[in-house]
């Protein structure tokens, strides 16, 4: 059972801006910023967004994160089949010194 | 170009031990916090330990505490995690992953990767 919750699946056409929820507590997300990592498949995680809606240099300006009291969002526009992977949040979680780590979202490009 | 290779995984029997090792190149090691963050198979990512640039503080998951110790050399630009007691559940992947800080501060982010090592626990 993840400290951080994001939905098991998402999907989405080409061309299609979809969205996936990151949801926290107070002493979790409330407290700290978010990063978001994608993992395409067979590989290791990537950085997407840190500081809660930073992009890092070269990733595309499709991706943006927004965070809002104990929530974030990882926003993806003009959906292309490279985008599916699997999404992740990160914060620090201040009741228990230590990252953490959604369960993770299967995005699919229908 | 930035780069980090971890080794060390295997098959071991539930209770023994194993050391991962990662070896860092490109960018000035002792400069940057390290975590490890593993993967069981089919499953999501689980933050496991994280180091400051010194080796002066530890933070480690509860899942893992007592039982693993991450540890590092900046002389050899290499992180460590030796891993005790050994359950069934650390069956995962291993990865190690650059903290974009030295220090450990909250507002930070892992923003190099490694390709990962296999750790099977099994009898």
């Known amino acids: 059972q993840s400290v951080l919750t994001q939905p098991p699946s998402a999907s989405g056409t080409p061309g299609q801006r979809v969205t996936i929820s990151c949801s926290g507590s107070s002493t979790s997300i409330g407290s700290n910023t978010v990063n978001w990592y994608q993992q395409l498949p067979g590989t290791a995680p990537k950085l997407l967004i840190y500081s809660s809606n930073e992009r890092p240099s070269g990733v595309p300006d499709r991706f943006s994160g927004s965070k809002s009291g104990t929530s974030a969002s990882l926003a993806i526009s003009g959906l292309q089949s490279e985008d599916e992977a699997d999404y992740y949040c990160?914060?620090?979680?201040?009741?228990?010194?230590?990252?953490?780590f959604g369960g993770g979202t299967k995005l699919t490009v229908l | 170009q930035v780069q980090l290779v971890e080794s060390g995984g295997g098959v071991v029997q539930p209770g023994r031990s194993l050391r991962l090792s990662c070896a860092a190149s490109g960018f000035t090691f002792s400069r940057h916090a390290m975590h490890w963050v593993r993967q069981a198979p089919g499953k999501g990512l689980e933050w496991v330990a994280i180091?400051?640039?010194?080796?002066?503080?530890?933070y480690y998951a509860d899942s893992v505490k007592g039982r693993f110790t991450i540890s590092r050399d900046n002389s050899k630009n290499t992180l460590y995690v030796q891993m005790n007691s050994l359950k069934t559940e650390d069956t995962a992947v291993y990865y190690c992953a650059r903290d974009v800080r030295d220090i450990v501060v909250v507002a930070s982010y892992m923003d190099v990767w490694g390709k990962g090592t296999t750790v099977t626990v099994s009898s």
């Open positions: 990160a914060t620090w979680e201040d009741s228990l010194n230590g990252w953490v």
């Open positions: 180091i400051s640039h010194d080796g002066s503080n530890k």
